[in-house]
């Protein structure tokens, strides 16, 4: 199975705006980053997110620019900040059948689930920035040691989206 994995794009701070809803700018760095995947020919199974503000439109603007209806998008309460590694991966388990899942949400939720599936070791440390895409490779997400195929930072998907 291949997890891409993304953090929510900048959003608003708490004191503009309580729910914390996507910037302009985040709007449109993810609109960026849809155009990229698309390019670099990405496809899902399933599009799933926290149901925080920010990520669902940042899971609904890849949706839409990859081709798919937002209503394809899944919003996970495990998803959400503050919840367990342990919660998440349970939550995300019916999914697992598929080959390529797209998950959306918040650090440091996101980077600690990546690190739990890519290590058996230590915990790694994964510069996961708002707007970039981690591509994991798992058997299953039980499974450790999994295989980090690769990480786009938001200037990389910005150059594959001009070409």
């Given at each position: 199975m291949n997890l891409y994995i993304m953090q929510h794009g900048p959003c608003l701070p708490q004191e503009v705006h309580a729910e914390?809803?996507?910037?302009?700018?985040?709007?449109?760095?993810?609109?960026?980053?849809?155009?990229?995947?698309?390019?670099?020919?990405?496809?899902?199974?399933?599009?799933?997110?926290?149901?925080r503000a920010a990520a669902m439109q940042t899971a609904r603007i890849v949706a839409e620019g990859m081709g798919y209806s937002t209503s394809c998008v899944t919003a996970l309460p495990e998803l959400a900040p503050a919840t367990s590694i342990k919660a998440c991966l349970e939550a995300m388990r019916p999914f697992e059948r598929h080959q390529a899942v797209f998950v959306c949400g918040h650090l440091p939720?996101?980077?600690?689930?990546?690190?739990?599936?890519?290590?058996?070791?230590?915990?790694?440390?994964?510069a996961l920035e708002n707007s970039a895409l981690l591509c994991l490779s798992v058997p299953n997400l039980s499974a450790r040691g999994g295989a980090l195929r690769w990480l786009l930072q938001p200037p990389q998907l910005q150059m594959i989206a001009a070409s």
């Open positions: 914390q809803p996507l910037s302009p700018v985040g709007r449109e760095q993810i609109a960026t980053t849809a155009q990229a995947m698309r390019i670099m020919g990405l496809w899902f199974d399933a599009v799933l997110c926290s149901p939720l996101l980077a600690d689930a990546a690190s739990h599936l890519l290590s058996t070791g230590p915990k790694l440390s994964l």
